[in-house]
T-cell receptor, first 111, second 115 residues
Framework: GENVEQHPSTLSVQEGDSAVIKCTYSDSASNYFPWYKQELGKRPQLIIDIRSNVGEKKDQRIAVTLNKTAKHFSLHITETQPEDSAVYFCAVNNAGNMLTFGGGTRLMVKP | DTGVSQNPRHKITKRGQNVTFRCDPISEHNRLYWYRQTLGQGPEFLTYFQNEAQLEKSRLLSDRFSAERPKGSFSTLEIQRTEQGDSAMYLC?????????????FGPGTRLTVL
């Protein structure tokens, strides 16, 4: 089955700095790569996603890059703010449209 | 609120009891998914429906777990003879079937505690 590895598991940055989270996956047939943000006790919320026909997508301070050849994709957050502090999960779709999630990255933005 | 809703939000039960959770998807969404999330981990896929058809159920954790979506709208997840290891957050998500991967929107979850 699909294997999704996410790094780092924790990330601490100063407010205003950039944060980068990386994920690798194993199934070359995967074609959809969403990122979710989960605050403590809350539901996972989609923040950005990318499909395999594009290499990069940006939405204000958030961007995702995809390298299908190397089977990895990354989340980039610029100008981080304290409210960006949360756990971020990458995910990959596979047969049956099920999502396989990475282990999560706890991002802490220090004011 | 037009998002995915789940009830109850919390459930405490004793080992050996049966529990049932309900999920109401976003109204126009025809796909519905169940995931389990344990503390510090990402959600783990359990099963999914397209309309009333259960298209994938091999990932259900044991035969004590079952799910239904009888009329293609709301869904229920039942766990029979609960065990302490079943304690987790059970998340529901829904999507509108499309090409190239569907965007899944999650509900708030039902937190199960088995004593």
């Amino acid at each position: 089955g699909e294997n999704v590895e996410q790094h780092p598991s924790t990330l601490s940055v100063q407010e205003g700095d950039s944060a980068v989270i990386k994920c690798t996956y194993s199934d070359s047939a995967s074609n959809y790569f969403p990122w979710y943000k989960q605050e403590l006790g809350k539901r996972p919320q989609l923040i950005i996603d990318i499909r395999s026909n594009v290499g990069e997508k940006k939405d204000q301070r958030i961007a995702v890059t995809l390298n299908k050849t190397a089977k990895h994709f990354s989340l980039h957050i610029t100008e981080t703010q304290p409210e960006d502090s949360a756990v971020y999960f990458c995910a990959v779709n596979n047969a049956g449209n099920m999502l396989t999630f990475g282990g999560g990255t706890r991002l802490m933005v220090k004011p | 609120d037009t998002g995915v809703s789940q009830n109850p939000r919390h459930k405490i039960t004793k080992r050996g009891q049966n529990v049932t959770f309900r999920c109401d998807p976003i109204s126009e969404h025809n796909r519905l998914y169940w995931y389990r999330q344990t503390l510090g981990q990402g959600p783990e896929f359990l099963t999914y429906f397209q309309n009333e058809a259960q298209l994938e159920k091999s990932r259900l954790l044991s035969d004590r777990f079952s799910a239904e979506r009888p009329k293609g709208s709301f869904s229920t997840l039942e766990i029979q003879r609960t065990e302490q290891g079943d304690s987790a957050m059970y998340l529901c998500a829904s999507s509108l079937r499309g090409g190239g991967g569907d965007t899944q929107y999650f509900g708030p979850g039902t937190r199960l505690t088995v004593l």
